[in-house]
């Protein structure tokens, strides 16, 4: 049974920074696709980044580009999410999930469907 736990969300001002964890378990996050997602209130989970099963790379969302980096540690089963320069409307429950897909096709990663695997989520508040 897969299991992704994250940590690292909390309060902080404009313009500072946080990173997020998500620890797995029951699988490697190697042999998966890895992403993050948010949601703010009243609106959908949009994605945020995704990191290749190989370990590179994958994409980011125009909206958090050139400030958030995905990054992962195997050693440790853990991918990160690196956030600088936050601004109020990053507020939201930032989500970690994976998906045993190691093949892309027209950016499918994008949709929060086609992950498999999804954690608890932890709440990210940016104030101004």
């Not at 299991?3 to 313009?15: H, I, M, N, R, T």
Request: proline share 2%; net charge positive; hydrophobic share 35%.
């Amino acid at each position: 049974q897969v299991q992704l736990v994250e940590s690292g969300g909390g309060l902080v001002q404009a313009g500072g920074s946080l990173r997020l964890s998500c620890a797995a378990s029951g699988r490697t996050i190697s042999s998966m696709t890895m992403g993050w997602f948010r949601q703010a209130p009243g609106k959908d989970r949009e994605f945020v980044a995704a990191i290749r099963w190989s370990g590179g790379n994958l994409d980011y969302a125009d909206s958090i580009k050139g400030r958030f980096t995905i990054f992962r540690d195997s050693a440790k089963n853990t991918v990160y999410l690196q956030m600088n320069s936050l601004k109020p409307e990053d507020t939201a429950v930032y989500y970690c999930a994976g998906s045993p897909a190691t093949t892309y096709s027209d950016r499918a990663y994008y949709a929060d469907r086609w992950y498999d695997y999804w954690g608890q989520g932890t709440q990210v508040t940016v104030s101004s």
